[in-house]
């Protein structure tokens, strides 16, 4: 009977952080992987378990996110780059620091980044009536494109890419460290270093965390660290919640996205300061 409510428990938490997750683009395991180790588990043994969520929430909420024309395929290949160098970086660190050291260190980013989404205010990119709706989308050679804002088209364009996609290094150091998928950092530094829109961002950075999560789970894996039976468990739940959290998105606006994820930034830096 234990076996069985610890079981329901492994579902249910990666129910309830992939669709927060999945909601803001902030990747369910920056949640799950401190939930999780306020059981039995040390950080190294949830970290695998949080980048099967990031993978399982990102295929789940793919197809409404490309359906509604608010992934950057470019853009998230361009910024991928620096996040899988930074995997790998992380992988080969972890281990030589300590549990402490890494949840202080999870916490001061994640504050970092929900203090930069609450601080700017209001819509930085405004609907264009000149376009239609057949312009929903990237555009073709470019980093540009089009999104849909209560049924309105607007237009962005990224800024700042160099620095952006530096940054996004750090993003993959810290998956690559505690399997946390490092959504909470690529959302923030796409909507307020590169200047996407905050809806673009969070579904562009809930389809990088997967690829990015999926390089450091195959290095995980081959050092022998995944647990098949709790991995399957976390599928469950993470497809669902990662379905649940895409379909709510599209109903939000930008200002409310970025306070809703701030917010979510503040618990979780909360969580991992009381779990250190």
Do not use: C
Not at 96 to 101: A, N, P, T
Not at 258 to 264: D, G, M, N, S, Y
């Amino acid at each position: 009977m234990a076996d069985v409510a610890r079981d329901v428990l492994i579902i249910a938490l990666a129910f309830t952080t992939s669709t927060v997750g999945s909601l803001g683009g902030l990747g369910g395991a920056i949640l799950l992987v401190p939930l999780l180790t306020f059981g039995d588990m040390t950080i190294a043994e949830a970290a695998p378990l949080g980048l099967v969520s990031v993978i399982a929430g990102s295929v789940a909420a793919g197809r409404t996110q490309l359906r509604d024309g608010a992934v950057n395929h470019r853009f998230a290949v361009v910024t991928e780059l620096g996040a899988t160098a930074g995997v790998i970086v992380g992988v080969v660190l972890a281990g030589s620091i300590s549990d402490r050291v890494l949840t202080y260190f999870l916490a001061t980013l994640a504050l970092l980044a929900a203090g930069g989404g609450a601080i700017r205010k209001g819509v930085r990119w405004k609907p264009d009536a000149s376009l239609g709706a057949d312009s929903i989308g990237e555009h073709h050679g470019s980093l540009s494109g089009v999104y849909r804002l209560n049924d309105q088209p607007v237009p962005y364009q990224p800024t700042r890419m160099g620095l952006g996609v530096s940054l996004m290094t750090i993003a993959g150091v810290v998956t690559g460290l505690a399997g946390v998928g490092g959504g909470f950092l690529k959302t923030p530094l796409s909507s307020e270093v590169m200047r996407l829109p905050a809806k673009v961002a969070a579904a562009t950075s809930t389809f990088t965390i997967g690829l990015t999560a999926s390089t450091a789970l195959l290095l995980m894996a081959i050092d022998g660290r995944v647990v098949v039976s709790d991995s399957a468990l976390v599928v469950i739940g993470s497809l669902v919640g990662g379905t649940l959290g895409s379909r709510l998105q599209r109903y939000l606006s930008p200002p409310v996205v970025r306070r809703a994820t701030a917010l979510v930034l503040t618990v979780i830096a909360v969580v991992l300061v009381v779990r250190a």
